[in-house]
């Protein structure tokens, strides 16, 4: 039986499916547009360059924020070899507790960047500014962040590599 909370979270995790996934096929159709009309008509758009960019930051922190949810971000798996039960539980907390202070961290700088850019004006491209651009930067960190946390208080997952340690 699912909650209403289970419910509004696998919602959450089907649109960062669905975002990544349109964001990833049109880098991949602008990518290939641009070369074939760079290499066959010498010409291309002008804004494809400075687009492709903004997607590619866009793609990889929402594949990391992906990554996160799923557990296959980098981690200690060595540990779970040299230590067991209650060492090991204490390594995973303080492993994911100071992988959410550091992505708390880069989420507060990131918000300052953003901040920067917002007061100075920079521009961006099609008409954007360059801080809507670089929003998914506090908002990615910031949902690592959370998503760490919260995996450092509850018990691991059956597949976490730092629980299996405990069998």
Not at 38 to 46: E, H
Not at 71 to 92: E, M, N, P, Y
Request: hydrophobic share 60%; glycine share 8%; net charge neutral.
């Amino acid at each position: 039986m699912t909650t209403a909370y289970q419910r509004h979270l696998a919602r959450l995790h089907r649109f960062e499916d669905w975002v990544l996934t349109v964001l990833v096929v049109f880098m991949v159709v602008l990518a290939g547009a641009q070369i074939l009309l760079r290499n066959v008509f010498d010409s291309g758009f002008a804004w494809a360059e400075p687009v492709l960019r903004a997607l590619v930051l866009w793609s990889a922190m929402l594949g990391a924020v992906i990554a996160t949810r799923e557990d296959q971000h980098i981690g200690l798996d060595f540990i779970a070899r040299f230590v067991s039960g209650t060492a090991l539980r204490v390594a995973r907390f303080v492993a994911l507790a100071f992988a959410a202070v550091l992505c708390g961290l880069m989420a507060w700088h990131s918000w300052g960047l953003v901040e920067l850019d917002r007061e100075g004006g920079t521009a961006g491209v099609l008409g954007l500014p360059a801080w809507m651009l670089e929003l998914i930067l506090p908002l990615g960190f910031g949902l690592m962040a959370l998503r760490f946390l919260i995996r450092s208080l509850l018990p691991p997952k059956s597949h976490d590599p730092l629980a299996e340690g405990e069998a």
